[in-house]
């Protein structure tokens, strides 16, 4: 391989494999404090050989921004937009049955794939106050397919139990810096999990318990993804800036 | 509804005076993006108190009047400072510290409840919160489909703010107002509020306006208060004028800076310029 960065980092394991989600001509959104979606609809857009409608929260629709915002609900990211499908709207499209892959942020995620983004600890006292679903409780229940990621793989984000249940509903993908869980029977099962660990290391650090039969190591990114990703973040500020391990 | 007495364009001072202690306050724009933020310092400067702030995605805003103890109240979906700032940090601590009053929502049923408002009825049926315990926690009522489907649907009561914040690129001279890029929640929270106060970056033609009328976001009639401020969203971005300014942004969360320096810097401070 000429690139002399390893073939995963955490960073790219963790949007190579949203964009992965990606499917072909469906509608597709990214949100609010969702870096990493942003990241991985604009790289499917650059390396995958087909077309799907790109929609994000600062009213793109199928935009082609001039630069890659750091707020991933920056205006620059409904530029080139041949319209401006606002926040109103999309939520609409969700609740409606029109959105097809969804990306939204958790703080907590079950095994049955439900989220809390709201507290830590009893949401009344709470010991950390979250910043809150946003979306979620609407979305997550309502979009055909929602997919969140963690940038930590721990016990204490992958939990038996959440302290509170902020959105319901069951996402149908999660992805965290060594491993893809995709829902199954409504319970999260194990897809794959990142070469250079062990399925024993995945299993110590998730506090639920899921099913890993059919699961393989990921496989490696290949040379476009690479490359998009590349062109997305040219210097490795949004790498450097995720403070990912 | 009678207008409010005064005249419509105002300094910034006189429009934040005209919001009481006490008053629920919609603010316009996301996150570090088009909020009237220079409205917002200036409810600081005039120590406002007991604020009940509404807003879906609030963050730069909410936080500095928890910081300022401006707020007794706020309703909002998502909080936070965005991009790689992470959590709001003096909301945060307000809500951790009990020293403010959360209602926690989803985005959209921050709207449904302002949709109720707006469309004058009681409550306003959203799609979704299945499962969520926000529904448990605000004592939401699902209602079955009276027309048959068998469907649960949850449904939140009106939410009709005294006070709508709206910061536009432009305004005219009789007060109608407009964004351009997208317009995020700022339609529904002027249709919803009792009054609509805008802030303006510049003015332009009445002619302008007539000859792209579809471009208005909010028309002059529904407005109480304009003040125009140039560079009022700072320390965010209003498209497609300026970007977020991080540097300010990073300095105003600086724990060694005091509120009071931050509140100098604002551009309100060095320009005045109104109608």
Redesign the interface.
């Known amino acids: 391989m000429s690139d002399d960065r390893p073939a995963w980092s955490s960073f790219s394991y963790i949007v190579t494999n949203l964009a992965r989600f990606v499917r072909p001509d469906e509608v597709t959104f990214s949100g609010v404090n969702s870096t990493p979606p942003m990241l991985a609809c604009l790289m499917a857009k650059r390396a995958y050989d087909f077309d799907f409608v790109y929609l994000n929260v600062a009213g793109g629709v199928q935009p082609r921004p001039s630069k890659i915002p750091i707020s991933s609900s920056d205006p620059v990211l409904a530029e080139g937009s041949t319209a401006i499908f606002t926040n109103e709207d999309f939520y609409d499209l969700c609740t409606r049955g029109g959105m097809d892959l969804c990306f939204l942020g958790a703080a907590q995620v079950d095994g049955r794939g439900c989220t809390n983004v709201s507290a830590i600890g009893d949401w009344h006292r709470p010991k950390v106050r979250l910043p809150g679903g946003g979306g979620g409780a609407v979305m997550l229940p309502t979009a055909r397919r929602a997919v969140t990621w963690r940038t930590e793989h721990s016990t204490r984000t992958l939990v038996e139990t959440l302290d509170f249940v902020t959105a319901a509903g069951g996402m149908h993908g999660v992805v965290t810096p060594i491993a893809v869980f995709v829902k199954r029977h409504d319970r999260l099962v194990l897809q794959s999990w990142h070469p250079d660990v062990t399925l024993d290391t995945v299993q110590e650090r998730t506090g639920f318990s899921f099913d890993a039969t059919d699961a393989t190591p990921t496989s490696l990114p290949t040379a476009r993804e690479l490359a998009a990703l590349r062109s997305l973040d040219p210097d490795g500020q949004f790498e450097r800036d995720a403070q990912l391990q | 509804m009678p207008i409010d007495p005064g005249p419509k364009f105002v300094p910034l001072s006189e429009l934040a005076a005209r919001v009481p202690d006490g008053a629920s306050l919609a603010i316009g724009g996301?996150?570090?993006?088009?909020g009237p933020n220079a409205f917002v310092r200036e409810l600081i400067r005039q120590q406002k108190r007991h604020l009940d702030i509404i807003k879906?995605?609030p963050g730069y805003d909410l936080d500095i009047l928890c910081r300022a103890g401006c707020v007794a109240k706020a309703r909002?979906?998502?909080?936070?400072m965005?991009?790689?700032f992470g959590?709001?940090p003096w909301?945060?601590r307000a809500?951790?510290q009990?020293q403010i009053e959360?209602e926690?929502?989803?985005?959209?049923?921050l709207?449904a409840g302002l949709r109720a408002a707006a469309f004058g009825v009681p409550f306003q049926p959203?799609?979704?919160?299945?499962?969520?315990?926000?529904a448990r926690?605000n004592k939401w009522v699902s209602i079955t489909d009276p027309y048959g489907s068998g469907q649960q649907v949850w449904i939140v009561p009106a939410i009709r703010p005294d006070i709508a914040v709206i910061h536009v690129n432009e305004a005219n001279e009789l007060g109608d107002g407009r964004v351009y890029?997208?317009?995020?929640?700022d339609?529904?929270m002027s249709r919803a509020a009792k009054r609509v106060f805008l802030v303006a970056e510049r003015m332009a033609s009445v002619r302008s306006f007539q000859d792209q009328p579809e471009l208005t976001l909010i028309p002059s009639f529904m407005v109480q208060g304009v003040s125009i401020v140039p560079h009022g969203a700072w320390p965010g971005?209003c498209?497609?004028l300026y970007?977020?300014d991080?540097p300010a942004v990073e300095d105003y969360l600086s724990p060694q800076r005091a509120l009071e320096t931050h509140l100098t810097d604002a551009p309100e401070t060095k320009e005045h310029v109104f109608v």
């Open positions: 996301s996150f570090l993006h088009r879906q995605s909002a979906g998502i909080v936070a965005e991009g790689n959590l709001a909301y945060r809500v951790e009990q959360l926690e929502h989803a985005c959209m049923t709207t959203v799609g979704g919160v299945h499962g969520s315990d926000l926690l890029g997208t317009y995020n929640w339609r529904i971005s498209w497609p970007e977020v991080y």
